[in-house]
């Protein structure tokens, strides 16, 4: 039995490997070699924030920081804090010689079908006029300087109707020194990138830390509406543009959440509180993707294991090729995280974690705890 699931086990790693988009290759990154635009175009950045007080000193400081020779004005949305969000970013801009360009609105009563993190964008939207593009980020996220003007420039030198960046999140020590990376790795193994970049490809995904949207195609697709009830809305809006237009999706740099994981708790609920919808809460999905990530993750370790008990021989070979092929296809995500190459044998470790925390999402959906993001249900990340 060990040796048909360890060959099973090789097959499905050689396809990933070779024939599964070069996810692993990470080769999709904003190099900043875009020519300037004839015109800078008008830019709206809108940031949903739901008790950030800690943290939008830095990225408000970052967003007035943008070397932008357009418009910019930055939006940020205070959705129901109750820790000071809104003063601590007003008094940031009054301190920035670019403070003008904030502006700080708060949320409405929430509508009927939307969560939170939906109706904090669509108030920001409301608010921010007719802009060229809508910038979508976060208020854990520290963009670098120049972070605006590489978008735009890629995106109007390309044609592009959406542009996102996935954030370097925060390098964690511990569990998450092995988990982060390997959120990131299992991200672009579930949408590889050059997949989500190819037109004629129909996956399609997007980063929700850093998403530069075209205005008129986000309008086509029906706007914020049209996503009010997604709790994973990134890969939603990014399903939703490429319907009618160009996508691009890459590996960020320098643009970080500065979100820290402290303790294992905090990535598991990250994944936990979204995985099972990922499956469309279906039993049938759930029981599919735990079996296959058994075959991948579990079954090489254990294939060696036995062998080492005295079991089989060909198993053993068998799990062991699967085992290295992972290994290394997991060392160019870990050297975007500055990790020792060698961590990159640990990723079935990682992989059991993260079938523990799938098994949890869906466990939380029966008991009807649902997602929830910072004490409230039926919300998504702000």
């Given at each position: ?32 070699h ?23 000193p ?6 007035l ?9 930055v ?14 970013a ?20 929430r ?123 990134d ?88 085992w ?35 098994f949890?999402s ?5 008991r009807?705890?649902?997602a ?11």
């Amino acid at each position: 039995m060990f040796e048909l699931a360890a060959s099973l086990s090789l097959a499905a790693w050689l396809y990933l490997v070779f024939a599964h988009g070069r996810f692993w290759l990470g080769d999709q990154r904003l190099d900043g070699h875009a020519p300037a635009p004839a015109r800078w175009p008008d830019v709206v950045a809108v940031v949903p924030a739901r008790d950030e007080a800690d943290l939008v000193p830095r990225t408000v400081r970052a967003l007035l920081d943008q070397e932008y020779a357009g418009r910019l004005r930055v939006v940020l949305v205070d959705d129901e804090s109750t820790d000071g969000t809104s003063e601590t970013a007003r008094d940031t801009a009054r301190s920035h010689p670019n403070g003008a360009r904030l502006e700080v609105v708060r949320t409405a009563e929430r509508p009927s079908g939307w969560v939170g993190k939906m109706w904090a964008v669509e108030s920001g939207v409301r608010a921010g006029g007719s802009p060229d593009w809508w910038w979508l980020t976060d208020a854990d996220v520290e963009h670098a300087p120049d972070s605006l003007a590489r978008l735009v420039a890629k995106g109007e030198a390309e044609k592009l109707d959406l542009v996102s960046l996935m954030v370097k999140l925060d390098r964690a020590s511990g569990w998450n020194a092995l988990l982060v990376p390997a959120f990131v790795y299992f991200f672009q193994q579930l949408y590889p990138f050059p997949r989500v970049n190819d037109p004629a490809s129909s996956v399609a995904a997007a980063a929700g830390g850093c998403m530069l949207v075209r205005a008129d195609a986000l309008a086509r697709a029906g706007g914020i509406e049209s996503l009010r009830g997604e709790v994973i809305d990134d890969c939603a809006l990014g399903r939703a543009i490429k319907r009618g237009g160009k996508i691009w999706l890459g590996l960020a740099d320098r643009e970080e959440s500065i979100r820290p994981y402290a303790d294992l708790d905090d990535v598991w609920n990250m994944v936990a509180r979204s995985a099972y919808t990922q499956l469309r809460h279906s039993p049938a999905l759930l029981a599919g993707t735990l079996a296959g990530l058994a075959v991948l993750y579990l079954v090489p370790p254990l294939s060696v294991l036995v062998w080492f008990l005295g079991g089989d021989s060909s198993a053993a070979v068998f799990g062991a090729a699967a085992w290295m092929l992972q290994a290394a296809s997991f060392v160019p995500t870990l050297t975007l995280y500055d990790r020792s190459p060698s961590l990159a044998l640990a990723l079935p470790a990682a992989g059991v974690v993260y079938a523990a925390m799938t098994f949890d999402s869906a466990r939380r959906h029966w008991r009807s705890e649902g997602a929830t993001w910072k004490g409230r249900a039926g919300a998504g990340g702000g």
